[in-house]
């Protein structure tokens, strides 16, 4: 008898042995950080996508996580500053504490420092936001939830088209990566689409505050419309202003910058009337992914941070969450692998990725009525 009750504790014990560690795999979190801009001139950005991410994550967890039940465990939301070396110091950090995966950041010029990398140290990189062609150029496991700077100045430039307008003037930021990008994209678009460029100007950067002299030179160019690819914080309080004051009647024409501009427009908003961007997504889409995401993001941050950048960093980690599951494991170089040949549906759209880790997918376009955003057209 005592034989018997021996080689049951003895069962007992290698069963033990084999099935604790099994169970604490499956309990383990999947370890991946987060990097924007939450403090300065941007700190709105960073402020909504993060927000995404968060409501993406809970959400995940909720429903039992990944890989048969691993939640994932956002080490750290690191704040870049909107500056390349704290962007690079924030990569470091997640990288030496474990992280599988780097969701960020959200502007392109940190965004192109932290591909480079995570090229180099063969770490996933998603951002959710940074449309500058150049961030995926030359680089591997670099992806993002957003198209490209390309496509939406091409996309702009159809806009003036639709307008019926053929004399455009633009106003960029020279020394901004994004800005120029999207100057150059709009530009070799309007020469394919028959738009005449009366006029261009610039500035140093998207923070200047003081654009009257270009804007009077705009005027007397004769523009239709002003192609205008600067930040929410430009746009409202100083370049639409400036532009009515001086005699511009005509059309503005934004990228997706400009989301958020209704935060930050002066008292008279009737002088945004005429006022169109390319965007990620429209709230008032009627669709039951889009109003079903309004309604939680809503409830738990308020309306005021929803932007598209909040969809975007949503979508980002939904797209994490299916790589990872394709993958069958939360291995980097095996979920770098499972994300290039992702095909997704989610709030900003239904796309493949292309062989850049870009998606494939329609532009809405909004406009502002009375500074009201609403949705103008897919484009």
């Known amino acids: 008898m005592k034989r018997k009750v021996s080689l049951l ?6 069963l033990t042995t084999l099935l604790v560690p099994t169970m604490a795999n499956a309990a383990e979190p999947v ?11 941007l700190a709105t950005y960073g402020e909504s996508t993060t927000n995404g991410v968060k409501l993406a994550i809970a959400e995940i967890n909720e429903a039992g996580g990944v890989l048969g039940g691993r939640p994932i465990e956002v080490i750290a939301y690191e704040d870049d500053k909107g500056d390349s070396t704290e962007g690079a110091n924030a990569f470091n950090k997640l990288v030496s504490e474990g992280a599988k995966a780097i969701i960020g950041s959200v502007t392109s010029g940190v965004t192109a420092g932290l591909a480079t990398l995570a090229d180099a140290e063969g770490m996933l990189l998603l951002t959710p936001t940074a449309t500058a062609d150049t961030v995926t150029d030359g680089v591997t496991g670099v992806f993002r939830a957003c198209f490209r700077d390309s496509f939406q100045g091409d996309v702009a430039a159809k806009v003036a088209v639709n307008l019926g307008v053929t004399k455009v003037a633009i106003l960029y930021a020279s020394g901004d990566t994004y800005s120029s990008g999207l100057y150059e994209a709009f530009k070799a678009a309007a020469a394919t689409l028959g738009l005449e460029i009366v006029a261009t100007e610039s ?18 160019s004769g523009a239709e419309l002003i192609f205008a690819p600067y930040y929410y914080d430009s746009i409202g309080p100083y370049i639409v202003p400036q532009a009515r004051e001086a ?5 503005f024409v934004g990228a997706d910058g400009w989301d958020g501009t209704q935060n930050t427009m002066t008292d008279d908003k009737s002088l945004y009337n005429g006022c169109f961007y390319t965007n990620h997504y429209a709230p008032d889409d009627p669709s039951e992914i889009v109003q079903g995401f309004v309604a939680k993001y809503t409830e738990t941050f308020g309306a005021e941070s929803l932007t598209a950048l909040a969809a975007l960093g949503y979508d980002a980690a939904y797209m994490l969450r299916d790589a990872i599951e394709a993958a069958g494991t939360d291995d980097t170089a ?9 095909s997704f549906a989610g709030v900003t759209g239904t796309f493949t990725l292309d062989e850049s880790g870009t998606p494939q997918k329609a532009a809405p376009v909004i406009e502002y009525v009375d500074g009201v955003a609403k949705f103008y057209a897919y484009i």
Do not use: C, H, R, W
């Open 203 to 220: 500035s140093s950067s998207t923070a200047d505050t003081d654009y009257t002299t270009q804007l009077t030179n705009i005027v007397a």
């Open 334 to 342: 095996a979920v770098i692998e499972a994300l290039y040949g992702i």
């Open 31 to 41: 370890k991946i950080g987060v990097i924007g801009p939450l403090s300065g001139n």
């Open 247 to 251: 005699g511009f009647t005509g059309f």
């Open 9 to 14: 504790i003895a069962l007992v014990m290698v």
